[in-house]
C-alpha cells in the first residue's frame, strides 16, 4: 500500500471530480425544471470546449477569463435549442426528448466536424505543467484552478436559486410543473432559461475539459455514461447532489485506477450505481418521483 | 371504424408479405442489396423486441445492446471452448440457445433495474450496457478481449453468402413481431399498457406491475439475444464495442419511436424506413454532412409526428374518414393550454 | 385500430422496393448473381473505361482524426497515376464511402462496393477493427485488400490469402526495435526498470507486449504493467502511478491524446525516464509538437516507417504533392498518409506486373513480388505480413530523425532523455 499514491488519486479525483460536477448538475438542473433526458448534453460540453479554445486561439484570451464570452454564448445556445426544438414537444415529453437530444447530439458533433475537423485539439495553456508539491505529489494548477472554477460556478447557481426571483420560479417549476404554471409563472420561459443556465454550465465544465485533455467532435460519447450515472447517483434534479456525487464517484474511480487496476475503474462506476439503486432508487438527495398526471 | 377490416385481409396481408420476403433474395440477387435487407431486418427484430417494454409499457430501454452483445458472445464463445463446428448451417442451431442464456441473464439485471423509472431507469440500462462492454473488454483470457473473438467462417463464396444469414434473420424478425404480438393480446399485454398510463393506479387496481414488466424485459432480452448471435456469426469477428454498442439500442428505440412505439406496426415500419436509410445515406453522403442530416431528418420527424407515423397517419385517415361521413372528428390532438397566456 | 397487419405488408413491399431500386441503380447485375464461386471477381481488365478502385473512409467517429489522412493519400496517388497516364492507360477513379468508423457500415460499404458497383479494386480501410471484417468479404469475392493500417496478429492469421498490409513490417512487431536499440547499450548504461501501460486495442496492445518480451528476455524488470479503456476520459491518476514506479524506461501503448494527456501528467510529476517510447504520437508531425511543446520534444521516440525527407521510392513527389494539394507543411505530415500513399504504389506495381486489374492475378503478384514504396522497399509472407523491417525514430536537438539501427542512422541516439523542458 502506497499512501502517498492514494493522496494523489484523493486529491486528483476531488480536484476534476468538481468539473465533472459542474457539468452534471448543469444536467440535472434540465432534468429537474423540465423532465427531460438531455442525452445532448455532452455534446454541448464538447462545443463549450471548441468555443473556449477558438476564443484562446485568436483572441489571446486566458480561457478562465475567456468564460465572459463561453458562457453567455453558451446561454444563447442553450437557449435558441431549447425554444426550436425541446418546446415544440407537447406529449410524451420525457421519452420523445431522449431522442430530439440524441438527434441533436449528432448534429452538433457534425456541425463541429463542419467547422473545426476531426483532428484532436487542446487549449495548451502556458502554466499547463506548472505544479506545486504537497504531501509529496504534484498537483498542476490547472486543477486547481478548474476546481475553484466548479465551486464558483456552484455556489453562483445556488445564488441564483435561492436569492433571486427567476430562482424562486426554478424551484417552483420543478417541484410541480403544473402548479407553477397555475401561479402564473411563465414555465416556458423558465425552462428555456434553465437549459440556458445547463449549456452554459456546460461550457464551463468543457473549458476545463479542453485544457486537460485532448478533444475532438465525437469525445462527447466518453463522457454523457458518466454524467448520466453522476445525475442518478446524486438524484435527479438536485444539482447539489450531482456535484457532490461526481466528487464521490470520481474519487473511487481515481482510486481503483491507481490502486487496482485501470481496467477496472470503470467498473466502480457501475457497481455503486447498482447499489445505490438496490438500497436507495431515488439517489442521495432525490426524492421519489410519484407519477405526476 | 378502422380496426374493423375482415379478418381474411389481415391473414391476407401477412402471407403476402412474408412470401415477398420470401422471395426477395431471389427478386434481388445482388449482394449488396441482401446485406441492406439484412441488417434491416435486424433492426425489425430489435425495434419490435424493444417496444415490448419501452412502447408498451412506457419504460425507455437502452440496454438492448447489453442483451445483443451476450447474444453475440455466447454463440462465439460456445464455437470457440465448448463445440466445435465447422462454419455452415451447424451454428444456426446454437442461435436460440444464445437468446435463451441472454433472457437468463436479464432476470437479475432487470430486478434490478426495474426498481426504478422513467429517467433513472433509462440510465440504469445505459449502465447496464457499458458493464457489458467492459467485461467483453477485460475478461480478455475467456473473451479475447479488445482484440477480438473470431467466430467459424462459412465457406459459402460470393453473392450466396448472405443468403443463409438473411433467412435466419428473417426467422428470428417474425419470432420477435410474433412474441409482440401474442404479448399484445394477451392479459399482460393490457397491463403493461394500463402501467404506460398510470403505473400507481395500475398497481392500486391490482396489476401485479413488476412481474409483467420483468417479463417483458426478459423477453426483449431474448429477442435481442438471438439478433445478436446472428449478427456475430454474420461477421465472423466481434469486438466489445461493437457488439455492445450504444448506438445499436438507441437505433432500436428510434425506429419505434419513428414508426409509432405501442403500436405492433410502427417499429417494423420504424426499421423498414430508418436503417436502409441510414445505411444509404452513409453510404453516399460524405462526412460531417451525413451527422448533421441524420440529426436534422429526425428532428424534423418527431416535431411532426411526435407519435410516431403509425399513429399520427392513423389519425389523419380516421379524421378523414370522420369528416366524409359527417361526424364530428373523434378526438381533437389534445394540447394542454399553454402557460404563456396566463402569465404574460 | 392503429396496427392492421395490412398496413405491414404494404410498408414491407414499399420499404423493399426503396431498397432495391437503391441496390439496383449503380450498375446492372452483370455476373448474373453469381451465385457459384468467388471466381466471379472482378472481371479482369478488358474495357478502356476509367479503373474504379472503392475504399470505406472513417471520415465520422473514433477513426475519423486518421481515415481523413488516409482519404487524402488516397486521392493523392490517384491524381498522380492519372497525370502520368494512368493504370495500363486507363484513368484511375477513387470511389469513397464513409463508414462512421464502425463495423457495421464497414461490412455493408465493401459488399456494396463490390456486389452493387462493381468497383475494379478495393483499397483497405483504417485500422485493425474495420480491416477484420472487410477483408473477409473481399476475400469472399475474391478481391485483393490492401490496406494501410491493419496490423493485429488477427488480421494475419484467419488464414486469408487476399490480405496484405501496406508497411516494411506488420504492426504489431512496431515498437521491437526501441527494445533493441536500449539492449545494444553498453551493460552498465541499459535500463534496469521498465512501466509498460497501453490502451486496449487489438493492435497497440500487442506491439508493447512484443516490445515487453524482447527487454524482459534482456534483463530488464517490469515493475508495470496495465492496460486502460480506450474512452478513458482522465488520465492523470493513471499517470501518476507509473511515475510513482520511477521505471527507468517508460513504454507507452498510446494514441495522440492519451500520449499527450501521458506526457503532460509525467512533466508534472517531474518523472524524468531515460527513455521514453510511444506507440503513436512523436511521428506526428506539428500536431504532437503544438500539444506537447517544443522545450520537451528531445529524446521522445516512437517506431517509424516513413519521414519526409527520406529518399525512398516516390517519397518526393508525394511530399511535394501533398503540400501543393492539401497545404501545410513537411514536417506536419501525418505517417498515416505514408501508409495510404504506400497502398497505392503497392497496387500500382502489382497491376503492372500482371497488366490487368483482374484480382486474382493481382494476388498471385502480391504474394511473389518486392514492392517499392515511399516508406521502403517489402515483400509480403504467405500470410499477407510485410517482410521489411522498421526504424526508431528520435526528437534529437528538434529534429525528428532516424536513430537505429545504426545503418540507417541520421543521428545519435540521446541516451538518457533530457529532463523535461531541457530540450
Known amino acids: ?198 449549456a452554459a454550465l456546460a461550457g464551463v465544465g468543457g473549458t476545463v475539459y479542453g485544457i486537460v485533455n485532448a478533444f475532438n467532435p465525437d469525445s462527447h460519447y466518453d463522457l454523457i455514461g458518466h454524467l448520466l450515472v453522476i445525475v442518478v447517483l446524486g438524484g435527479v434534479g438536485s444539482m447539489r447532489g450531482a456535484f457532490l456525487a461526481a466528487l464521490l464517484i470520481i474519487c473511487i474511480q481515481d482510486i481503483t485506477q491507481v490502486m487496482i487496476s485501470p481496467d477496472w475503474a470503470d467498473l466502480s462506476f457501475f457497481v455503486v450505481l447498482t447499489i445505490m439503486l438496490v438500497v436507495r432508487p431515488q439517489g442521495f438527495f432525490g426524492v421519489r418521483v410519484r407519477e405526476a398526471t | 371504424m378502422t380496426g374493423s377490416r375482415p379478418r381474411w385481409a389481415k391473414l391476407g396481408g401477412c402471407v403476402v408479405a412474408l412470401a415477398f420476403c420470401v422471395a426477395f433474395p431471389t427478386l434481388f440477387p445482388g449482394s449488396g442489396v441482401l446485406n441492406i435487407a439484412l441488417l434491416t431486418l435486424m433492426y425489425v427484430a430489435l425495434a419490435s423486441s424493444w417496444n415490448i417494454l419501452g412502447g408498451f409499457a412506457g419504460y425507455i430501454s437502452l440496454g438492448a445492446s447489453a442483451f445483443f452483445g451476450i447474444g453475440a458472445y455466447s454463440m462465439g464463445l460456445i ?239 380516421d379524421s378523414r374518414r370522420a369528416r366524409r361521413h359527417g361526424a364530428p372528428l373523434a378526438a381533437p390532438p389534445q394540447q394542454p393550454p399553454t402557460a404563456e397566456a396566463v402569465a404574460q | 385500430m392503429l396496427a392492421t397487419i395490412t398496413c405491414g405488408a404494404a410498408s414491407l413491399a414499399i420499404a423493399a422496393c426503396g431498397g432495391g431500386s437503391s441496390g439496383s441503380s449503380p450498375g446492372t447485375p452483370s455476373g448474373g448473381g453469381g451465385g457459384g464461386g468467388g471466381g466471379s471477381a472482378a472481371s479482369g481488365g478488358s474495357g478502356k473505361g476509367p479503373i474504379v478502385i472503392g475504399a470505406s473512409i472513417s471520415q465520422t467517429g473514433d477513426f475519423s482524426s486518421d481515415g481523413n489522412f488516409v482519404k487524402q493519400a488516397y486521392q493523392l496517388w490517384a491524381d498522380q497515376v492519372n497525370a502520368q497516364g494512368g493504370l495500363l492507360g486507363r484513368k484511375v477513379e477513387m470511389k469513397f464511402v464513409n463508414d462512421a468508423s464502425s463495423t457495421q457500415q464497414v461490412v455493408t460499404n465493401y459488399q456494396t462496393l463490390i456486389s452493387s458497383d462493381h468497383a475494379n479494386l478495393v483499397f483497405g480501410p483504417f485500422s485493425s477493427l474495420l480491416t477484420i471484417p472487410s477483408s473477409e468479404i473481399a476475400s469472399r469475392y475474391g478481391y485483393a485488400f490492401v490496406e494501410p493500417a491493419g496490423g493485429s496478429q488477427q488480421v494475419f492469421t484467419r488464414g486469408l490469402h487476399n490480405v496484405f498490409e501496406a508497411e516494411p513490417q506488420a504492426g504489431y512487431k512496431d515498437m521491437t526495435v526501441f527494445g533493441h536499440w536500449l539492449l545494444s547499450l553498453p551493460a552498465g548504461q541499459r535500463p534496469k526498470t521498465a512501466a509498460y501501460v497501453s490502451e486496449q486495442d487489438p493492435f497497440i496492445g500487442p506491439e508493447v507486449e512484443a516490445l515487453k518480451s524482447v527487454l524482459q528476455a534482456g534483463g530488464v524488470k517490469t515493475v508495470y504493467d496495465q492496460t486502460y479503456p480506450i474512452e478513458n476520459p482522465d488520465y492523470s491518476p493513471l499517470a501518476l502511478a507509473i511515475s510513482n514506479t520511477k521505471a527507468d524506461v517508460a513504454a507507452l501503448g498510446v494514441n495522440i491524446p492519451d500520449g499527450t494527456a501521458f506526457t503532460k501528467d509525467f512533466i508534472q510529476q517531474n518523472y524524468n525516464p ?95 513480388m518486392s514492392f517499392k514504396t515511399v516508406q521502403g522497399n517489402f515483400g509480403f509472407n504467405k500470410l499477407g505480413e510485410p517482410t521489411g523491417s522498421l526504424f526508431l525514430g528520435q526528437w534529437v536537438n528538434h529534429k525528428w530523425v532516424r536513430v537505429y539501427p545504426p545503418a540507417a542512422a541520421q543521428a545519435k541516439p540521446i541516451y538518457p532523455k533530457p529532463a523535461w523542458g531541457q530540450g
Do not use: C
Open chain 2, 79 to 317: 464455437l470457440e471452448h465448448l463445440i466445435h463446428m465447422s462454419g455452415g448451417y451447424g451454428p444456426f442451431a446454437l442461435v436460440p440457445l444464445a437468446g435463451l442464456i441472454a433472457a437468463v441473464v436479464a432476470i437479475p439485471l432487470g430486478w434490478v433495474a426495474l426498481r426504478t423509472r422513467h429517467a433513472v431507469f433509462a440510465t440504469a440500462t445505459i449502465a447496464i450496457m457499458f458493464v457489458f462492454q467492459l467485461l467483453a473488454t477485460n475478461l480478455s483470457s475467456i473473451t479475447g478481449g479488445s482484440a477480438g473473438l473470431g467466430y467459424p467462417v462459412p465457406t459459402w463464396t460470393g453473392n450466396f453468402y448472405d443468403k443463409p444469414f438473411y433467412f435466419a434473420m428473417l426467422v428470428v424478425a417474425l419470432i420477435a413481431v410474433i412474441i409482440a404480438w401474442m404479448v399484445r393480446r394477451s392479459g399482460v399485454g393490457l397491463g403493461l399498457l394500463a402501467i404506460r398510463d398510470d403505473e400507481d393506479k395500475a398497481e392500486a387496481i391490482g396489476v401485479p406491475t413488476w412481474s409483467y414488466k420483468l417479463v417483458a424485459f426478459v423477453l426483449s432480452a431474448f429477442v435481442a439475444g438471438m439478433v445478436g448471435a446472428v449478427y456475430g456469426y454474420y461477421t465472423t469477428y466481434i469486438y466489445p464495442q461493437f457488439v455492445v454498442d450504444p448506438l445499436i439500442s438507441i437505433g432500436a428505440a428510434l425506429m419505434a419511436f419513428l414508426g409509432g412505439s405501442g403500436t405492433l406496426v410502427g417499429p417494423v415500419l420504424g426499421a423498414l424506413i430508418l436503417e436502409p436509410a441510414q445505411l444509404e445515406l452513409g453510404f453516399h453522403v460524405n462526412g460531417q454532412i451525413y451527422l448533421i442530416l441524420y440529426g436534422a431528418v429526425f428532428l424534423f420527424v418527431i416535431l411532426l409526428m411526435p407519435r410516431g407515423i403509425v399513429p399520427s397517419v392513423g389519425a389523419l385517415i
Open chain 3, 274 to 368: 531515460k527513455a521514453v517510447i510511444y506507440a503513436n504520437g512523436p511521428d506526428q508531425g506539428t500536431s504532437w509538437v503544438n500539444k506537447v511543446g517544443q522545450n520537451n520534444l528531445n529524446g521522445m521516440t516512437a517506431p517509424i516507417a516513413w519521414l519526409p525527407q527520406l529518399s525512398t521510392y516516390g517519397n518526393k513527389q508525394m511530399v511535394a504533392g501533398y503540400l501543393k494539394k492539401y497545404g501545410g507543411n513537411a514536417a506536419g505530415m501525418s505517417g498515416d498518409v505514408a501508409e495510404a500513399y504506400s497502398v497505392g504504389q503497392v497496387i500500382q506495381q502489382a497491376v503492372e506486373a500482371a497488366h490487368s486489374v483482374s484480382n486474382a492475378a493481382i494476388i498471385k503478384q502480391l504474394h511473389s
Open chain 1, 1 to 198: 500500500m502506497n499512501l502517498s499514491l492514494l493522496f494523489g488519486a484523493l486529491v486528483l479525483g476531488l480536484l476534476t471530480g468538481g468539473v465533472y460536477g459542474v457539468m452534471a448538475s448543469g444536467l440535472s438542473l434540465t432534468f429537474g425544471v423540465m423532465r427531460i433526458i438531455n442525452v445532448g448534453h455532452a455534446a454541448l460540453v464538447i462545443t463549450g470546449a471548441f468555443i473556449s479554445y477558438e476564443v484562446f486561439r485568436h483572441l489571446h484570451l486566458d480561457p478562465f477569463a475567456g468564460l465572459v464570452i463561453t458562457m453567455p454564448l453558451m446561454f444563447v445556445i442553450g437557449v435558441v435549442l431549447e425554444v426550436l426544438f425541446i418546446r415544440p414537444l407537447k406529449t410524451d415529453r420525457e421519452e420523445l426528448s431522449v431522442l430530439v437530444t440524441w438527434a441533436l447530439a449528432l448534429a452538433l458533433e457534425g456541425v463541429l466536424g463542419y467547422f473545426f475537423g476531426t483532428d484532436l485539439v487542446q487549449t495548451t495553456v502556458s502554466y499547463g505543467n506548472s505544479t506545486f508539491v504537497v504531501g509529496g505529489v504534484h498537483i498542476a494548477y490547472v486543477y486547481i484552478y478548474g476546481f475553484l472554477l466548479a465551486v464558483a460556478a456552484m455556489a453562483a447557481l445556488a445564488a441564483l436559486l435561492y436569492r433571486t426571483n427567476l430562482g424562486a420560479a426554478i424551484r417552483a417549476t420543478m417541484l410541480n410543473r403544473q402548479a407553477a404554471q397555475l401561479i402564473g409563472i411563465d414555465v416556458e420561459r423558465v425552462s428555456a432559461i434553465s437549459f440556458g443556465i445547463g
